[in-house]
């Protein structure tokens, strides 16, 4: 049986060498999307711990960017979905840019970003990706543009819709039959945010953070493309 990942204790070594080269104090990564998307589950299952609480069906649970503690040199921001009234988006896509906006003095003094990484979370479990088209081309284009960006695809285990038992609960994998959904899923969501966006963004892994499947590489990837390593996200990215 595989050993459970404690992510507050994972590649800490790289991150505390990438902190004390880079100058800066901590990485924080905040997490975007509709409402329903799972950003809240994504961060429970990293922190592998309930400190995020999660809303049920199309409700909304969080109503205002929170801040969890990972480890003392990660911090996950959790942001109100998407996607329910034009009112509502407004009012939080006013924070995210505030927030976006935010500096923050590193220990040489030097001046950057408060957020390192943003993550935009889709819903696998549908094809409509209105909300996160409106977002990408709205008011917070020009400064996600500016931003290291990851999209990723969440409800790996319900993306697709068989009477068959295609995603196998009691070991967290999927058959090779969704894989190659997923895959498809993948390339897809890839192709029509470039198409109606502009972003160019990379391959979306697919995941499933109520079952904890992918969620590994999932984070590999936040703490690869914060750190630059290319060539592992290069390579990550074509495993799903």
């Excluded at 905040?30 to 990293?46: D, E, P, V």
């Excluded at 840019?97 to 957020?115: A, E, G, W, Y």
């Excluded at 060539?231 to 074509?238: D, G, H, Y």
Aim: net charge positive.
């Amino acid at each position: 049986m595989k050993s459970r990942i404690i992510y507050s204790h994972y590649r800490c070594d790289e991150i505390e060498s990438y902190l004390m080269n880079s100058g800066k104090k901590i990485i924080d990564i905040l997490f975007i999307g509709a409402t329903g998307s799972g950003k809240s589950s994504t961060i429970n299952s990293i922190i592998t711990a309930h400190v995020s609480d999660v809303g049920t069906g199309t409700d909304p649970e969080t109503s205002c960017i929170k801040k969890y503690n990972l480890s003392r040199n990660v911090k996950l921001w959790d942001t109100p979905g998407l996607g329910d009234s034009i009112a509502a988006d407004r009012k939080y896509e006013a924070e995210i840019f505030r927030l976006l906006n935010q500096k923050v003095t590193n220990k040489d003094q030097s001046v950057s970003p408060l957020i390192d990484l943003v993550v935009i979370i889709v819903d696998g479990s549908s094809r409509e990706m209105g909300t996160i088209f409106k977002m990408l081309n709205g008011r917070l284009k020009t400064v996600l543009q500016s931003r290291k960006l990851l999209v990723v695809i969440n409800q790996a285990d319900c993306a697709m819709h068989t009477h068959k038992d295609v995603f196998i609960k009691s070991r967290k994998r999927a058959t090779p039959e969704l894989l190659r959904f997923l895959d498809e899923k993948s390339e897809s969501v890839m192709s029509r945010i470039r198409e109606s966006t502009g972003f160019d963004i990379s391959r979306p892994l697919c995941y499933s953070a109520k079952y904890g499947f992918n969620v590994k590489k999932v984070f590999d990837m936040m703490l690869d493309t914060v750190m630059c390593f290319r060539e592992n996200v290069k390579l990550r990215q074509s495993a799903v």
